[in-house]
């Protein structure tokens, strides 16, 4: 059974920095890409990055382009989000995301791409 546990949520005050994991298991971690995406309340969900199965290739939408940086250790199976300068706007509940492939997609900002889902951690920014 494919599983996908995230930690690392919390609040946080506004400039801070918080680093989320993902952790994977029941399937062969280094195969896959995999991303991240947040829900506010509200509001559907955005893609916030994405990172190939051997962690050469990275996207970010361009509200955290320059704040987040996505890393990846396939010997842990954990993909890790650093979110550093962080804003009210960054409250969220943060999702992991596996693909289907090794590659993100050109559009792998879209939720109906992915089928398996981590249950989410809450991050809240304080301002």
């Known amino acids: 059974e494919v599983q996908l546990v995230e930690s690392g949520g919390g609040l946080v005050q506004a400039g801070g920095s918080l680093r989320l994991s993902c952790a994977g298991s029941?399937?062969?971690?280094?195969?896959?890409?995999i991303g991240w995406f947040r829900q506010a309340p509200g509001k559907e969900r955005e893609g916030v990055s994405c990172?190939?199965?051997?962690?050469?290739?990275?996207d970010y939408s361009d509200s955290v382009k320059g704040r987040f940086t996505i890393s990846r250790d396939n010997v842990a199976s954990t993909v890790y989000l650093q979110m550093n300068s962080l804003k009210p706007e960054d409250t969220a509940v943060y999702y992991c995301?596996?693909?289907?492939?090794?590659?993100?997609?050109?559009?792998?900002?879209?939720?109906?791409?992915?089928?398996?889902w981590g249950q989410g951690t809450q991050v809240t920014v304080s301002s």
């Open positions: 995301v596996r693909t289907v492939l090794g590659a993100c997609r050109t559009n792998w900002y879209r939720a109906d791409l992915y089928e398996y």
């Open positions: 029941g399937f062969t971690f280094g195969n896959y890409a």
């Open positions: 990172i190939n199965s051997r962690a050469s290739i990275t």
